[in-house]
Nanobody, 123 residues
Framework: VQLQASGGGLVQAGGSLRLSCAAS????????MGWFRQAPGKEREIVAA????????YYADSVKGRFTISRDNAANTVYLQMNSLKPEDTSVYYC?????????????????WGQGTQVTVSS
């Protein structure tokens, strides 16, 4: 599966960005999708995940209430709407494709990664 993320950029604290990730190479609607981020010097962490149908989602505590993950199976695309951004959200954001229909609670649920898009939040 190939993943192409876009939508990153520079935004002031309190602002919003919407990330998109277009997938190709397999039946998109059969698999969970996720967004991860990695800041310099830090480990990669999961931000949000969504199951194959879009009816079940997971969010890291740090982004609950501010970020929303969604998917459009007809367009083979997953989105991450990020509101009320904080400087600590500054990272490279990666979309990831699941190995099965749901997120299991472990990063091992994901087997393919996109190239990343930089999100920078200024204070």
């Amino acid at each position: 599966v190939q993943l192409q993320a876009s939508g990153g950029g520079l935004v002031q604290a309190g602002g919003s960005l919407r990330l998109s990730c277009a997938a190709s190479g397999r039946t998109f609607s059969n698999y969970a999708m996720g967004w991860f981020r990695q800041a310099p010097g830090k480990e990669r962490e999961i931000v949000a995940a969504i199951n194959w149908s879009g009816r079940s989602t997971y969010y890291a505590d740090s982004v609950k209430g501010r970020f929303t993950i969604s998917r459009d199976n007809a367009a083979n695309t997953v989105y991450l709407q990020m509101n009320s951004l904080k400087p600590e959200d500054t990272s490279v954001y990666y979309c990831a494709a699941g190995t099965g229909p749901s997120y299991s609670g472990s990063s091992s649920s994901f087997g393919s990664w996109g190239q990343g898009t930089q999100v920078t939040v200024s204070s």
